[in-house]
């Protein structure tokens, strides 16, 4: 069983439109995250929700809005999307909120054209 | 605001040579944590360590192990007689344990990355 999934693995779309990625973790932990990273390989947080509550959000485009339905799930929809939005999109997990080792998920690699 | 600075971006190497990686941070906590992560061709992310800010044993695994000295805020990694399954991105990352309000929530500052090659 994969502990952190992501569903799709990549998506191609076309500027302007809208598109979601999913994310569930089977691994009991309290704590989610989504990270970007860009075409340099850069990795940089999102961010994170602990029981379904938002504790992290970095200074991302309000076209960004995550979603935690339970604290296993997170997804995230991206609205009006920009050429710049293109990056591998990595979800991640942790037991509780804190600087412990985090899980990642495959990544979904989003291209928009 | 913390800094994580992998100065080497690129690394070339050939089987069964020693290599190291460097890792240099900035913060102003006293309390923190450091992490290495591996992200193999296929992607995935892989964690492989962490520390705390007041453990500054050394410590091996396998042919991996790791070097944490406060004095210079480094935290380096090396590889022992390195294999072609070596060849990855390593990323160097910092939590900081106590945030805003006196809540850790975790949220990770990563380095940007050396890249790896071992050549067989």
């Known amino acids: 069983d994969t502990a952190v999934s992501q569903t799709p693995k990549y998506l191609v779309t076309q500027m302007g439109n809208d598109k979601s990625i999913k994310c569930e973790q089977n691994l009991g932990h309290d704590t989610m995250y989504w990270y970007k990273q860009d075409s340099k390989k850069f990795l940089k947080i999102m961010f994170s929700?602990?029981?379904?509550?938002?504790?992290i959000n970095e200074t991302v485009p309000n076209r960004f809005s995550p979603k935690s339905p339970d604290k296993a799930h997170l997804n995230l929809h991206i609205n009006s999307l920009e050429l710049g939005d293109s990056a591998v999109y990595f979800c991640a997990s942790s037991p509780v909120a804190g600087p412990y080792e985090q899980y990642f998920g495959p990544g979904t690699r989003l291209t928009v054209t | 605001a913390q800094k994580v600075t992998q100065a080497q971006t690129e690394i070339s190497v050939v089987e069964k040579e020693d290599v190291t990686l460097d890792c240099v941070y900035e913060?102003?906590?006293?309390?923190?944590?450091l992490f290495w992560y591996k992200q193999p061709p296929s992607g995935e992310l892989v964690f492989l360590i962490r520390?705390?800010?007041?453990?500054?044993q050394n410590e091996i695994s396998g042919r991996y192990s790791w070097n944490f000295q406060k004095s210079t805020s480094s935290f380096n990694f090396t590889i022992t007689a390195s294999q072609v399954v070596d060849s990855a991105v390593y990323f160097c990352?910092?939590?900081?344990?106590?945030?805003?309000?006196?809540?850790?929530?975790?949220?990770?500052?990563f380095g940007q990355g050396t890249i790896l090659t071992v050549h067989p």
């Open positions: 990352a910092l939590s900081e344990s106590v945030g805003a309000g006196g809540t850790s929530y975790g949220k990770l500052t």
């Open positions: 913060t102003r906590d006293t309390t923190y944590y």
């Open positions: 520390r705390n800010s007041f453990d500054e």
């Open positions: 929700y602990n029981n379904k509550e938002l504790i």
